[in-house]
């Protein structure tokens, strides 16, 4: 599965973003898709994920803040980023994996499929 990131940008604090993940030449069908970023000196974080059932799963760092939803034709997961503070400036990634298992979704060595990141900036 190859995997195109998109949407990113600057924007000030308080602000919105919305992230696109498109799947190329497939679907997301039966795939769980997580997010993830990494700021600059820092280990890269997870974010977001949402299962192939469409159960969704947030870092308490954007619980509230950010939505993670998927289409119904399973080609795109979004990530809707409200309330953005300059604490969640950095790179943003979507991936995906067939079969981790839910313990494992927080983790970024479960997903086999990575896309290229997008920069988010937030200034404040």
């Known amino acids: 599965v190859q995997l195109q990131a998109s949407g990113g940008g600057l924007v000030q604090a308080g602000g919105s973003l919305s992230l696109h993940c498109a799947a190329s030449?497939?679907?997301?069908?039966?795939?769980?898709v997580g997010w993830f970023r990494q700021a600059p000196g820092k280990e890269r974080e997870f974010v977001a994920a949402?299962?192939?059932?469409?159960?969704?799963y947030y870092a308490d760092s954007v619980t509230g803040r950010f939505t993670i939803n998927r289409d119904n034709a399973k080609i795109t997961v979004s990530l809707q980023m409200d309330s953005l503070n300059p604490e969640d400036t950095a790179v943003y990634s979507c991936?995906?994996?067939?079969?981790?298992?839910?313990?494992?979704?927080?983790?970024?060595?479960?997903?086999?499929?990575w896309g290229q990141g997008t920069q988010v900036t937030v200034s404040s």
């Open positions: 991936a995906s994996c067939r079969t981790c298992i839910l313990s494992s979704l927080r983790n970024d060595q479960a997903y086999a499929y």
């Open positions: 030449g497939s679907t997301f069908n039966g795939y769980t």
């Open positions: 949402i299962r192939s059932t469409g159960h969704t």
